[in-house]
């Protein structure tokens, strides 16, 4: 005598099968395709501050390849620089409001790398920095012991030149 069927159950597709590369693919895909994304943008009637700037970030996460590309990958998945990264790839945005995304982006990003320790020496900027981060945020300097980051302050009325945002003691 056979024995009825019974179907096994449903597969969760938010499961992984065993052995299944197909979502570290996907994530590791994702900071490659952000970073064509950046280098792809072609962003035209800057100021010239915000437009130097953007250009040492380029020049910056080019220098980082081939030794550290561990350095952008781990830029780009950071939300504070993926999403202003994002608006500017699809253009939603012109004129002022370009301008302050590509100033946060770039900010977000030597912030976020000084954070990493993946800066070897100052980085000075131009434009200053978006106003939720810091009016005062001129330069960002890799830390001396690769423990503590810091970031220069330039021009704080309470404290001019001092270094201010330390993490970690």
Known sequence: MSSAFVPSP?????????????????????PRKLFDDLKALRLTDLSPDV???????????????????GAIASLLRSPSVAAPLRRLRDGLFDG?????????????????????GALDEEIPLRSNAPARMSP??????PP??????????????????????????
């Open 144 to 169: 001396e012991d690769h423990a503590t980051p810091r970031i220069q302050h330039r021009d704080c009325p309470r404290n001019p030149g001092a270094l201010q945002g330390q993490r970690g003691r």
């Open 51 to 69: 437009d130097a700037d953007y250009r040492l970030l380029c020049e910056t996460l080019v220098s980082f390849l081939p030794d550290r590309p």
């Open 96 to 116: 002022e409001a370009r301008e302050t995304l590509v100033r946060e982006l770039v900010h977000q990003s030597f912030f976020q790398l000084s954070l990493q």
């Open 10 to 30: 449903p597969r969760d597709l938010a499961i992984p099968s065993a052995g299944s590369q197909t979502a570290r693919v996907t994530y590791s895909m994702a």
């Open 136 to 141: 005062f945020c001129r330069a960002w300097r």
